[in-house]
């Protein structure tokens, strides 16, 4: 008449155990691609203001040298509250192609140059061991690279 219950004590808490790491590891993912996302979004803001400093500064004033240089403390300064980044994952390429300003009394008598100067920003991301738990092939690094170029002479973006 009265059946026994089969003994599943064990089984909620494997469950619960499985469910969770399931949910850390989306968790883990989440914050992960986001803190990736905001970095990508810093080095293309820091790419633009380097390629800013280049169109709208004189040359003597601000060299490649000199842009490199606002741009790594634009992204590694002390001061920064928040995300800061570190110095030593940090790769910056300025190429400087500057020429002089088009206006329309230069215009008719200057070839117009169109070589572009531009500034790319790498940064070398660590991936959590924890994306290898089910034998993914994950890098231990991804590089996230971003690049801003402008017309030399224009002030124009591309």
Known sequence: MFRKKPKSKGQAIVEMV???LVVALISVLIIWFGFAYSIKHMLLTAARYGTDMIAYTDQSATPA???KEMVTHYLTHQWIVGLRLNPD??????????YPRITHFCAAW??????RSSVEVSFRFDTPR?????GANVPPHITITERSEVIAGTGAPL
């Not at 940090?90 to 190429?95: C, F, H, S």
């Not at 924890?130 to 089910?134: A, L, P, Q, S």
Request: proline share 4%; aromatic share 12%.
């Open 18 to 20: 499985l469910l969770l």
């Open 130 to 134: 924890m994306f290898t738990v089910f």
């Open 110 to 115: 200057r070839p117009i140059n169109f070589q």
């Open 65 to 67: 040298s000199r842009v």
């Open 89 to 98: 994952r940090l790769t910056i390429n300025v190429e400087d192609n500057r």
